[in-house]
C-alpha cells in the first residue's frame, strides 16, 4: 500500500506545513491511522467553556480531531489545561464536561502538546513533550529521528532555498506575506517537499507501530495529571455542567439548555467519568 494514498487532502500554498515540518514535528491524520492502526471507539472525555458547546455538538461526526483525555488525577482539568484554564473566566465557575464515543488517532499517557493546522489534521510537537520521559515520547522522539534523518537522505540535493526565494522568469520572487506575485514553480516544488515529508512520517509511524502501541499500555504516566487522546468521528453521550448557581447560569446562559444538560457537582462528575473509564467498547 502507497503512503500517497493517504495524502488525498490539498496541501495549503501558505507557510503553516512548513512551520511545523521545521519543528520536526509528528502529523496526524485520521485517514492514515483508521487504516494502519485500526483502534477501535473509545469513550474519551472533553472539558470546554460554555461559550464552544455549539461547536462541540456542530463537529459530531467528522473528522477533525479534538483534544479530549481519559485518565486524570487533578480535577482541575474541568476547567481546562495548565494557563489555559477558565475557571475564573465566569461568574459562576461554569463549565462544561462531556462523554464522547468516537475513534482516535493516538493515545496519549500525557499531554501530547498536540495542535489543529488544517483539514482536521494536527501535530505533535515533541519537543515539548520529552520532559515528560515516558515509554511513548521516547517512542515519539524514535519516530521523530527516522523521520529527520530519511527526510535530509531524501532532500540532500535539494537547494533549500527555493522556499524563500524562487528564480522564475519574472525574476527572483520572494515567497511571503510582502509577495507581489505568485511563483507556480516554487509552489510545486513547495509542495512536492511536504508531501515527501508525510510520506516519511506515515513511513516512520508504522515502522514503530507496535512499540507505539505497546508504549500506551500504561494509560497515564507519573508525572502527569491526565492524558491526551485525539479523538474524531465522535458522538456526544452525555453532557454536564458544573457551576455554583445553576438558576444564575440558566439565565446567563440560556443557549446551554437547548441541549441535553446535566447539571453535577464537581465530585459527581468525576464519579460519573470513572464508570465510562472502566468501559471497552
Known amino acids: 500500500m502507497s503512503f500517497k494514498e493517504y495524502l488525498q487532502e490539498k496541501i495549503s500554498k501558505n507557510t503553516k506545513v512548513w512551520n511545523w515540518i521545521k519543528k520536526w514535528s509528528l502529523p496526524l491524520t485520521p485517514k492514515f491511522f483508521d487504516e494502519v492502526f485500526q483502534y477501535p471507539e473509545q469513550y474519551c472525555f472533553r472539558a470546554l467553556d460554555v461559550d464552544h458547546i455549539d461547536s462541540l455538538y456542530d463537529r459530531q461526526g467528522v473528522k477533525n480531531q479534538v483534544s479530549t483525555f481519559t485518565e486524570f488525577k487533578d480535577n482541575n482539568i474541568f476547567w481546562g489545561p495548565g494557563n489555559k484554564n477558565w475557571k475564573d473566566w465566569y461568574p459562576n465557575q461554569e463549565t462544561i464536561v462531556t462523554i464522547l464515543k468516537g475513534k482516535v488517532t493516538i493515545k496519549g499517557t500525557s499531554d501530547l502538546w498536540s495542535f489543529f493546522e488544517d483539514n482536521g489534521r494536527r501535530w505533535i510537537w515533541v519537543d515539548r513533550i520529552k520532559r515528560y520521559e515516558t515509554e511513548l515520547t521516547k517512542t515519539l522522539e524514535k519516530i521523530q529521528k527516522r523521520i529527520k534523518e530519511n527526510y535530509i537522505k531524501e532532500i540532500e540535493n535539494v537547494d533549500l532555498k527555493v522556499l524563500e526565494y524562487h528564480f522564475t522568469k519574472l525574476g527572483n520572487i520572494a515567497y511571503g506575506k510582502t509577495d507581489q506575485e505568485e511563483s507556480k514553480e516554487r509552489n510545486k516544488d513547495f509542495n512536492t517537499l511536504i508531501k515527501l515529508y508525510f510520506d516519511i512520517s506515515y513511513e516512520a509511524f508504522t515502522y514503530y507501530k507496535d512499540e507505539l502501541i505497546y508504549s500506551t499500555r500504561t494509560h497515564i504516566s ?60
Open 222 to 281: 507519573k508525572r502527569s495529571k491526565y492524558n491526551e487522546h485525539l479523538c474524531y468521528s465522535y458522538e456526544v453521550q452525555r453532557t454536564f455542567l458544573i457551576t455554583n448557581d445553576p438558576k444564575d447560569t440558566r439565565e446567563k446562559y440560556p443557549g446551554l439548555f437547548n441541549y441535553n444538560i446535566e447539571i453535577k457537582t464537581e465530585k459527581q462528575v468525576e464519579a460519573e467519568l470513572k464508570k465510562y473509564q472502566k468501559v471497552v467498547l
